[in-house]
């Protein structure tokens, strides 16, 4: 079994991307919260028949796409904390900031942006 590469950061730079990711997590989590509170409201006006009281369908037109877009969103946001899960796990396994496909190091300047990553942008402009 290949040893994956090591990071090319020192441990106060790692320590200073995992401050990153986990204030990324806090707004995630947060952005989690509302939605689920949102999907959680809707379902609630909603009659026996399924369908929601007139008043919610004046104030948010169309419900069903409405619930549709929240739960989609609640998705995606779900989606995105376990992305920064994992990157955390490679700060901690000593691999973060490595390309997986051609195994150079990250810019810095692309880990502040997108702290999850885990593809250089010159292999990410190749995948098209």
Known sequence: ????????????ELEYFRQIILEKMRQVQADIQYLEEQIRDNLENRNGEGRLAPSMEEITGNPDS??????????????????????????????YGVCRQCG???????????????ICIECKRKQG
């Open 104 to 118: 150079r190091p990250i810019p810095k300047e692309r880990l502040e942006i997108v702290p999850h990553t885990t």
């Open 66 to 95: 409405d619930l549709e877009q929240a739960y989609l969103l609640h998705d995606r946001e779900v989606k995105f904390l376990r992305y920064l899960e994992r990157a955390l796990l490679r700060i901690q396994e000593g691999t």
């Open 1 to 12: 079994m290949e040893t994956p590469p090591k990071s090319p950061y020192s441990p106060e």
